[in-house]
């Protein structure tokens, strides 16, 4: 029964489900690719039923599934047919029923008639039915309302069953341990390692201030992973710089290693990150690493070289640098170009996926900062992107087409704004700090002016968080889901 079935749709579009036999054809050589079938060839059947995140299930020949709209379906795996329906709520997302002892447990996002207002991902209540199915219905053998809204797939051990809600963790069953719970299997002897294969390094990612010193442990592993032996020497290993033959940037950690085999970073205060290369006999292994200075930390992109050239189909050819690189998550998502004749950070609206982008250019350890810089969204009237700074894990963002400057930490559990009517196209300068009393509670302020104009004395709003972040790495953020840019320019980190 070589056959898929698989669903399809959103909340928005049309969809189907579909029954498809599995063609038995192969690409002629792999450069090829893949061998696109048309469908007439291979569909068996089809019905309207839809769903967009929520797993059908499939139990003999029958196929259960919860769809859009809330009803749990039986559908005949043979022929498509819908054999019945039966309505359990008003929308379903991402969870999917599970069968068990002949029957199906099936969670359902919003109880109905309870779901509060608002639309918070995280609040309502949510239903659990255990439904018993038969050939022209399912029935109700038990319905209970939980506290928060259902998106997981139910799990089944042990005689219980475990229910994850946007709240809380259920878990249904009796007491105790389940007569028929089968024997633990037998621990399986470990396997003999092979020949070694290659060198594995520990850690394989450092983070280094300028002077600081690491040491490694270096062994060999077999082409399985497994340990052949500990490599005690550091004699014994051949340490060098190393770029690897696809980098795009040709950079190197200023750092080198000593007699002792420690790797000691340089005193020199610039930002630098690259990979070492180890060699003990015939095995190499690598491991990468940076090396950030502390506070301050001053960007205004001038001393980079725009030397290469984008090559998408959303813009012309237009000269760029890449970003940093000891910054994490800034490749691809944005580039260093030319604005009006000064350097500036731009977000990148090629790659759609890269479309929300974060960056966080420090040590992660760093407190009670400030952070500055210059912020602009393109745009008109009725779009904009956002725009925005990191500052110890709190995100201060303005928000273009909701007009306000927000801050947020997790986006259900701390977020606040007040409206701020920014335009496109224009330069403004946003400015963030956070302060972290004995207690444990903070502060976090913001404020965002025109550039060019005086700094307003008070800040746009300040907002208290009782159990404040007491450390996190600044960082960068932009978010152009219209295909408006986000620059950011003149970045500044100072101690308060």
Not at 27 to 55: I, M
Not at 401 to 415: A, C, G, P, Q
Request: neutral net charge; glycine residues 10%; contains cysteine.
């Amino acid at each position: 029964n070589d056959k898929i079935i698989a669903i399809y749709g959103t909340p928005y579009e049309p969809g189907q489900m579909v029954g498809m036999k599995i063609p038995h054809a192969t690409p002629a050589n792999a450069a090829a690719g893949p061998v696109v079938v048309p469908r007439s060839e291979v569909e068996l059947w089809s019905n309207e039923l839809r769903t967009s995140t929520s797993s059908p299930i499939l139990v003999g020949d029958t196929v259960y599934l919860t769809s859009e709209v809330g009803n749990l379906a039986a559908i005949d795996a043979n022929s498509g047919k819908i054999l019945w329906k039966l309505k359990l709520g008003i929308e379903q997302r991402n969870a999917c029923p599970i069968y068990a002892d002949g029957k199906l447990y099936v969670p359902i996002l919003n109880e109905p008639g309870q779901k509060e207002e608002g639309g918070d991902e995280a609040a309502g209540k949510g239903a659990f039915y255990i439904v018993k199915p038969g050939a022209s219905g399912g029935e109700i053998l038990s319905h209970a309302v939980l506290d928060g809204r259902c998106f997981g797939v139910p799990s089944v051990y042990n005689g219980k069953i475990y229910v994850q809600t946007s709240k809380q963790l259920y878990c249904f069953g009796r007491k105790g341990t389940n007569p028929g719970l089968p024997h633990e299997p037998a621990e399986e002897k470990w396997p003999a390692p092979g020949p070694a294969d290659r060198v594995q390094i520990i850690p394989s990612e450092v983070l280094l201030k300028p002077g600081d010193k690491v040491s490694f442990r270096v062994r060999a592993l077999d082409a399985n992973g497994l340990t052949v032996e500990e490599v005690k020497d550091p004699k014994q290993i051949k340490w060098s710089h190393y770029i690897p033959p696809t980098a795009r940037v040709r950079a190197s950690m200023k750092a080198d290693f000593n007699e002792a085999g420690q790797l000691v970073a340089a005193s020199d205060p610039a930002p630098s990150a690259g990979a070492f290369e180890a060699v003990a006999g015939n095995l190499r292994g690598t491991f990468r690493g940076r090396v950030l200075p502390g506070l301050p930390i001053k960007q205004d992109f001038e001393a980079f070289q725009l030397s290469e050239t984008t090559t998408n189909n959303v813009e012309p050819p237009t000269p760029f640098a890449y970003p940093p690189l000891p910054w994490i998550g800034a490749r691809f998502k944005f580039d260093v170009r030319d604005k009006d004749g000064n350097k500036a950070l731009v977000k990148t609206i090629d790659n759609r996926f890269f479309q929300r982008a974060t960056v966080f250019m420090g040590d992660p350890q760093l407190e009670n900062y400030t952070i500055e810089a210059d912020v602009m969204s393109e745009g008109n009237k009725r779009k904009m992107s956002d725009a925005g700074v990191i500052n110890q894990r709190y995100k201060i963002v303005l928000k273009g087409n909701e007009k306000k400057l927000e801050i947020s930490s997790n986006d259900e559990l701390f977020r606040f704004g007040k409206e701020f009517d920014w335009s496109p196209n224009v330069w403004y300068h946003l400015k963030a700090r956070v302060d972290v009393a004995a207690d444990g509670s903070g502060v976090v302020r913001a404020k965002a002016w025109p550039k060019g104009e005086a700094e307003p004395a008070a800040w746009t709003f300040e907002v208290p968080h009782k159990h404040a972040h007491h450390n996190g790495c600044p960082g960068l953020f932009g978010f152009s889901p219209q295909d408006m840019r986000v620059f950011i320019d003149n970045i500044s980190v100072t101690a308060n």
